[in-house]
């Protein structure tokens, strides 16, 4: 699977946009980039995928570039309630007998 | 009711003692995985089934063992706790054609003195 890297943490005022970037050079021709929000005490929840281009939810916003070495989360106007951990993934979709790796993901810290 | 359930919530056990973990889900999902997470860390994978009749060791399987009872079952057993193994637990199901879209139950806290 593919190695990302991201940053540990990050702090945010409450309002403000939050762009989180994941590289991934190593990304091979077949793997998707998910997102996964994990809160404080639960487990991580999937928040979003993507191939290329842009991809918006509900929740947030990922954009990928052509060369797709790298991602970036975005995360409008950011509450208190997104602080959390969120964890960059990269593999093929569906991948059958491919189990997921979670690196150390990025803390987001909402301020007031 | 949650999808994904995990028995104990918590649990705070001495060295050597066998700890059972349960977890039980409701999703119909066929494949079942557990992890570890401690601080700063990020989350490891133990061990994940993807159906009753397989079983597969993940990144740290020592010291852990696994059984799937049923396709809603998967509990996690510590034969001889140790105190390295404190650290929180998480279940997690995906369906077997969306193995990067898992749920997660509420995790155990496990303390080992």
């Known amino acids: 699977l593919a190695k990302t890297t991201q940053p540990i943490s990050m702090d945010s005022y409450e309002g403000q946009e939050v762009n989180i970037t994941c590289s991934h050079n190593n990304i091979a021709t077949n793997d998707y980039i998910t997102w996964y929000q994990q809160f404080p005490s639960q487990g991580p929840r999937f928040i979003i995928q993507?191939?290329?281009t842009k991809v918006t939810n509900e929740v947030a916003s990922l954009f990928i570039p052509a060369d797709r070495k790298s991602s970036t989360l975005s995360l409008p106007r950011v509450s208190l309630s997104d602080t959390a951990v969120y964890y960059c993934?990269?593999?093929?979709?569906?991948?059958?007998?491919?189990?997921?790796?979670f690196g150390k993901g990025t803390r987001l810290s909402v301020i007031a | 009711d949650a999808d994904v359930t995990q028995t104990p919530r918590n649990r705070i056990t001495k060295t050597g003692k066998r700890i059972m973990l349960e977890c039980s889900q409701t999703?119909?999902?066929?494949?079942m995985y557990w992890y570890r997470q401690d601080p700063g860390l990020g989350l490891r994978l133990i061990y994940y089934?993807?159906?009753?009749?397989?079983?597969n060791k993940g990144e740290i399987s020592d010291g852990y063992s696994v059984s799937r009872q049923a396709q809603a079952k998967f509990s996690l057993s510590l034969e001889s706790a140790i105190p390295n193994q404190t650290a929180l637990y998480f279940c997690?199901?995906?369906?077997?054609?969306?193995?990067?879209?898992?749920?997660f139950g509420p995790g155990t806290r496990l303390t080992v003195l």
């Open positions: 089934s993807f159906d009753v009749k397989d079983i």
């Open positions: 993507g191939y290329k």
């Open positions: 997690a199901t995906s369906r077997p054609a969306s193995t990067d879209t898992q749920y």
């Open positions: 999703k119909g999902h066929d494949r």
């Open positions: 993934l990269v593999g093929v979709r569906n991948s059958g007998n491919t189990p997921l790796v």
